[in-house]
């Protein structure tokens, strides 16, 4: 059995509620592991609420996920943060075990790992507070307008798919302006540098509540389709475990 099979079906259990409480901790023994005993996690820590940095230290949903499965698997939890866009190559060769880091499930990222859903969420359009550019959604008002997104993110894609669809309707295209992390796109929106944002709805709400006054929602999200790109998820490289 492939090592990325044993840690994403050990995970799977631990994420469905199906280990017992008083069972003892999971064998990791015949698990190809980055290093005995602990599970290697990659992140990209710029993506509040679900990990970031507070004060020094690793924080968020995924961190105290990753924490309490590492607890029941009888491992340390070992975060390695990078960039976003490091996260896919690091798994594929071996330096992390699994991709801790609220990624979003599309077609492109399930050619090359393994996928353990374990959240749905909505995303949405963010404007500056006073919304000078008049946009109202993920619609045409979008078009001839600059959007801020992190670079190999979901929302790239996003934006990138309304870039097309304003083009081929005869149109301004939408200006995709990628940036290293979600924190610069946030800044540059309230700089005047974009127009918008695409951030998922936790994200949202947290920038809008640290900032009130700055930023506002437009009343139509981006949609959602049930097990697809706005699926938060674990990954496992099929190729780093073939390797």
């Not at 970031?52 to 990753?66: A, C, P």
């Not at 992390?96 to 969420?121: C, G, H, T, W």
Request: aromatic residues 6%.
């Amino acid at each position: 059995m492939s090592r990325s099979r044993i840690i994403c079906g050990m995970l799977s259990l631990c994420l469905a509620g199906q280990v017992a409480a008083q069972a003892m901790a999971v064998d990791l023994s015949a698990a190809t592991l980055v290093e005995k005993g602990a599970l290697t996690y990659g992140v990209a820590a710029t993506f509040a609420p679900f990990e970031y940095q507070k004060d020094g230290k690793l924080t968020g949903f995924d961190i105290d996920m990753i924490g309490a499965l590492s607890k029941k698997l009888g491992a340390e939890a070992k975060p390695m943060n990078m960039e976003f866009k490091g996260l896919i190559p690091a798994l594929q060769g071996a330096r992390i075990d699994l991709i801790n880091s609220a990624m979003y499930i599309n077609e492109q990222r399930a050619a090359q790992v393994e996928f353990i859903p374990y959240l749905k969420i909505g995303s949405l359009v963010v404007v500056q507070a006073a919304n000078p550019s008049k946009i109202t959604g993920r619609d045409d008002s979008l078009c001839g307008k600059t959007v801020a997104v992190t670079l190999g993110g979901i929302q790239e894609t996003y934006a990138r798919q309304d870039d097309k669809r304003c083009r081929d309707g005869g149109l301004a295209g939408v200006t995709v302006m990628t940036l290293p992390t979600a924190q610069d796109s946030a800044l540059t929106l309230r700089q005047g540098r974009a127009d918008a944002l695409f951030n998922s709805t936790p994200g949202a709400v947290e920038l809008m509540d640290k900032v009130p006054g700055t930023y506002a929602s437009t009343k139509r999200a981006l949609p959602c389709r049930p097990n697809s790109s706005c699926t938060i998820l674990f990954r496992r490289a099929l190729s780093a475990a073939r390797g």
